[in-house]
C-alpha cells in the first residue's frame, strides 16, 4: 500500500485513538470571512508559506489553501480546500500537493457513517474508509489552514473540552482543552487580545501538547507545534512593527536608538523604589538570538529576555533590551544584515548606555541568549566599554556543526525513513557547499535557496566561537539550563575551555543549572502546569539567582 510506505513522511502525531467520550457541544459562532498569509518556521527557521482562505460556500464555509513549504517539511501545497456545513460538520477535503517531489492527491467525503478517501501517489490509488464523528475537525498533517476549523471551535470549548479530530486517513483522535490564556499583540496598526488554547493530543502512545492561538474574530493567529518544532505565524503577528506585548515593569522607558539610516527599538528598565548608586546604576544589554530577534526573546510563548530584564531591574541593574535590525519596531532589513550589522547594532547600545548619566561606565555587562552569544563574543572583543560578557544557552560549534545537529534533531522529531532522513542531510550539505565555496544550487528548490544565499547565513555557517572569545578580555559567565535540549551540554563545555586558555588570565564560570530547558523555564517531561495567562510562564528564580550572584561579585 502507497500510503502505508510512505505514512511517515506525512504523519508526525503519532498512534491515534479510535475512541472517546462524545465532544461538547458546538454553539453557533460569528465567523469573519477573510484572507490572510502564514509564515511557517522549523527551528525559529523560515521554510516558507501558506496563503488561507475562509469563505461563504454554497452550504456552508469553505476553508482553502496553497503554499510552499521548504525543507525539512518539503510541501508544495497546490490545493487544499475543505467544506464545512452551517454546524462546522466536515463535508468535503480536497488535497493536491507535491512531497519530497512525489505528487499526491487526496479526496474524502463525509457522511453519518463516516468518511471515504481516495488517494493517489505517483498514479497509484487506493481507497480507505474510517469512522468518523460527524462533528470531527479535519486535520491533515502540515495543511495549516486546517486549523482555522480548530479556531472556531475552540470559540465554544472550555477547559477540559475534547474535541474529536480526523487525522487523514488514519483515523480519529481527540485533543483536549488544557488551559485557555490570554495575550497581547500590537501589531503596530492595532493592538488585540489574543485566545491562546494549550491543547493536548491525547495520543496512545502518550499526550502531545500544541498550542493554537486565536484573534477576537475568532480566526487563526497562530500554531505551535513544540515537538515538531514547528511555529506557523499570521504575517501581521510577525511583520516589523508587530510586537506581543508583556506586562510592563514600572521602570520601563521605550526608546529609539539611531542605526545605520534606521532607528532601533528598545527598552531601557531602571530600578525602582531603590536609590541609584553614586556611581550609578551597572548596567545589563541584552542581546537576542537569531530565532528570537524581538526584544523579549520570545520563544514558546516564554519572553525570555523580557523576563530577565524584570528580574535583573529588581535586583538593582539597569537594563536595556532591542529589537534585532528588521525585527519587531526596529528598521533596517534582516536579509541583508551579516554578524558585522548586528554587532554594530549591539555596539551602539553599549555605547548609549556608556553615554547615561545614570550608569556606571566601569560596570557594563553585554549578555548574550541563544546565538546572539555569538553577537555578545565579537562586542566584547572589539568594545572596550564592555565590561563583562555572560553567554545563555549560547552554542560553542560552528555554524556549520550547529545546523547539522538541531537539522538531525528536527529529523528525528519527524520519525522519517532513513532514506529520506539521508536525501535531507545530504541536500543540507550541498546547501552548506553552496553557500560557503561557492558551489552549485542546482536541485535546490528555489524557497530554499532565497533563504540560504544571504549574508547573514554566510556568516552563521562560517561562524567558528573559538576565533572569537580568544580575543575577549571580560570575565565571562557561561550558563545552560541541565534540560536544554536545543543545545547540548557540550556546547557550554566548549566554549569554558576556550575562554579558560585565553592568554589574560579572566575569570571563567560555566553554571548548569538543574531542571531548566532551553527558555529557562523549570521542566519536568511530561508535567502539566495550570497556567490563567502566558505571562505566568517564567524563567526560573535559580536562573536569576546564579546570573545576580555573579554580577554582584563582577568587578
Not at 462524545?22 to 509564515?39: H, K
Not at 553554571?511 to 505571562?535: C, F, I, K, N, S
Request: negative net charge.
Amino acid at each position: 500500500m502507497i500510503w502505508a510506505m510512505r505514512a511517515s513522511a506525512y504523519c508526525t502525531l503519532a498512534t491515534l485513538l479510535l475512541t472517546g467520550p462524545p465532544a461538547a457541544a458546538q454553539q453557533p459562532i460569528e465567523v469573519t470571512p477573510g484572507t490572510a498569509t502564514f509564515n511557517v518556521f522549523v527551528r525559529s527557521t523560515p521554510i516558507g508559506f501558506e496563503q488561507i482562505e475562509v469563505l461563504r460556500g454554497p452550504n456552508g464555509w469553505i476553508i482553502r489553501s496553497r503554499g510552499d513549504l521548504s525543507q525539512p517539511i518539503d510541501l508544495q501545497n497546490r490545493l487544499f480546500e475543505v467544506e464545512y456545513d452551517e454546524q462546522w460538520r466536515p463535508q468535503t477535503l480536497t488535497i493536491d500537493a507535491v512531497r519530497a517531489n512525489t505528487p499526491f492527491s487526496i479526496r474524502t467525503t463525509f457522511d453519518a457513517n463516516g468518511a471515504t478517501t481516495e488517494l493517489e501517489e505517483a498514479g497509484r490509488r487506493f481507497s480507505v474508509t474510517s469512522p468518523v464523528p460527524p462533528d470531527a475537525v479535519v486535520l491533515p498533517d502540515y495543511f495549516f489552514a486546517a486549523y482555522e476549523a480548530l479556531a472556531i471551535r475552540l470559540a465554544g470549548a472550555e477547559r477540559g473540552d475534547e474535541i474529536p479530530v480526523y487525522v487523514v486517513p488514519r483515523g480519529v483522535t481527540r485533543i483536549r482543552v488544557d488551559q485557555i490564556l490570554t495575550q497581547q499583540i500590537d501589531t503596530g496598526s492595532e493592538i488585540f487580545d489574543a485566545r491562546v488554547y494549550r491543547l493536548s493530543f491525547l495520543n496512545a502512545d502518550g499526550p502531545l501538547t500544541v498550542e493554537v492561538w486565536t484573534d477576537p474574530n475568532h480566526r487563526l493567529v497562530r500554531v505551535s507545534i513544540p515537538f515538531a518544532a514547528i511555529d506557523v505565524a499570521r504575517e501581521d503577528i510577525v511583520s516589523s512593527g508587530a510586537r506581543v506585548r508583556r506586562v510592563p515593569h514600572p521602570g520601563d522607558e521605550d526608546i529609539q536608538i539611531r542605526a545605520e539610516g534606521f532607528g532601533l527599538a528598545a527598552t531601557v528598565t531602571t530600578p525602582v523604589d531603590r536609590p541609584r548608586p553614586s556611581a550609578g546604576w551597572p548596567a545589563v544589554l541584552l542581546v537576542p538570538g537569531a530565532g528570537a530577534g524581538d526584544r523579549d526573546g520570545t520563544l514558546s510563548g516564554v519572553p525570555v529576555l523580557g523576563q530577565i530584564a524584570g528580574a535583573l531591574a529588581d535586583a538593582g541593574f539597569l537594563v536595556a533590551r532591542y529589537d534585532a535590525r528588521g525585527e519587531g519596531q526596529s528598521g533596517g532589513r534582516r536579509e541583508s544584515a551579516d554578524v558585522e550589522a548586528y554587532t554594530d547594532d549591539a555596539r551602539k547600545m553599549v555605547r548609549y548606555l556608556d553615554d547615561r548619566d545614570d550608569v556606571d561606565r566601569d560596570r557594563i555587562t553585554v549578555l548574550g541568549y541563544a546565538e546572539g552569544g555569538w553577537i555578545a563574543m565579537v562586542v566584547a572583543a572589539k568594545e572596550r566599554r564592555a565590561d563583562n560578557l555572560v553567554l545563555v544557552g549560547t552554542p560553542g560549534t560552528t555554524g556549520v556543526e550547529l545546523v547539522m545537529e538541531q537539522q538531525r534533531a528536527v529529523l528525528d522529531r519527524l520519525g522519517l525513513s532513513e532514506t529520506e532522513r539521508a536525501e535531507k542531510i545530504d541536500l543540507q550539505q550541498r546547501i552548506h557547499d553552496a553557500v560557503l565555496s561557492n558551489g552549485s544550487w542546482d536541485g535546490v528548490p528555489e524557497a530554499m535557496r532565497r533563504q540560504a544565499d544571504t549574508p547573514w547565513f554566510r556568516d552563521f555557517l562560517d561562524f567558528d566561537p573559538a576565533d572569537t572569545i580568544r580575543r575577549t578580555r571580560q570575565p565571562i559567565l557561561i550558563l545552560r539550563g541541565a534540560l536544554d535540549s536545543e543545545v547540548g551540554p557540550h556546547h557550554a563545555e566548549r566554549l569554558a575551555e576556550l575562554a579558560q586558555a585565553r592568554r589574560r588570565n579572566r575569570s571563567v564560570v560555566l553554571v548548569t543549572l538543574e531542571g531548566l530547558d532551553h527558555q529557562l523555564v523549570a521542566t519536568e517531561p511530561g508535567a502539566v502546569t495550570d497556567y490563567d495567562d502566558l505571562r505566568n510562564r517564567s524563567i526560573s528564580p535559580s536562573f536569576i539567582n546564579a546570573l545576580t550572584d555573579w554580577l554582584h561579585r563582577a568587578p
